[in-house]
């Protein structure tokens, strides 16, 4: 019944996180009085006490594995969202942190992620910023280009996504892919500095449609396929089909995301 561990030190940034999301999904839950489910109903579910999953939504206690995902399976979560819990709460695969700009970014990460033959780039958690691109990335996506070193803050994901506009014309599926950037965006606004949310925010609500995506869940549809539709900037050559993948490295552990969109040789999408 304790329901699962403290988060300390560098873990408490991803329990924030995971914590606003169990607590949206229990808002957005009706008892069977048509209600809104209590935190006493929903610990219940979970087979946890009141006061351990209290510390869940708090971000103060890490779920175990077996009791959140008993929770999501009676509260029928998406596939999609349950998967992102899970890595949440499983000791390993987030390493978020507020950190200066610029990060430690070593001549090794380089090499790796240079000699991918596909876009790729490194993004720092829970900002979204733009560490390193690979060249194959500025050439398929150049608004992803990384600050200079001397820059006073960083290149953003999700500020170039809303103000950029090649991202409208490179992203064929545009409206789902930036809404789900900012729907993450709202759960892991938590595990930001104060000060470089309100830059993101400040700089995304230059784009009419951030208001709406900020407030509203994006189609849970989109969530079903990874796969992407990227068109040629230039127009040199014609629209390909991508998967959208993300990853931490394992071995050796590494702080920053990968983010790579391989060609989909297997899928043929009308562009």
Not at 67 to 91: G, I
Not at 171 to 187: E, L
Not at 246 to 269: L, Y
């Amino acid at each position: 019944m304790f329901g699962g561990t403290t988060a300390a030190g560098s873990n408490w940034q991803p329990m924030l996180v995971l914590g606003a999301m169990i607590q949206e999904l229990r808002r957005s839950r009706r008892s069977s009085c048509g209600t809104t489910l209590t935190q006493v109903q929903a610990a219940e579910l979970a087979g946890v006490s009141v006061s351990a999953y209290s510390k869940w939504e708090e971000g103060r206690r890490r779920p175990l594995p077996e009791n959140l995902l008993t929770l999501c399976r009676a509260l029928e979560v998406e596939d999609w969202k349950t998967r992102k819990m899970m890595a949440l709460a499983s000791e390993s695969p987030y390493r978020v942190e507020m950190g200066k700009w610029p990060p430690k970014i070593t001549d090794e990460d380089i090499t790796v992620i240079e000699a991918l033959p596909f876009p790729a780039l490194y993004r720092k958690l829970p900002e979204y910023e733009i560490i390193y691109a690979n060249q194959t990335c500025l050439e398929v996506y150049p608004m992803f280009a990384p600050a200079p070193p001397d820059s006073p803050r960083p290149a953003n994901m999700i500020e170039r996504m809303m103000t950029d506009d090649r991202s409208r014309v490179i992203f064929a599926d545009w409206p789902v892919i930036a809404h789900q950037m900012v729907y993450m965006m709202r759960f892991w606004s938590r595990g930001m500095s104060p000060t470089r949310f309100a830059e993101i925010m400040l700089t995304c609500q230059q784009n009419p449609d951030f208001d709406y995506m900020w407030k509203n869940d994006p189609p849970a549809h989109g969530f079903d396929s990874n796969r992407i539709r990227v068109r040629d900037l230039t127009g040199r050559r014609a629209a390909s089909n991508k998967i959208l993948r993300s990853w931490f490295p394992s071995h050796p552990r590494g702080d920053f995301e990968i983010v790579a969109t391989p060609d989909d040789v297997r899928a043929e999408i009308p562009t």
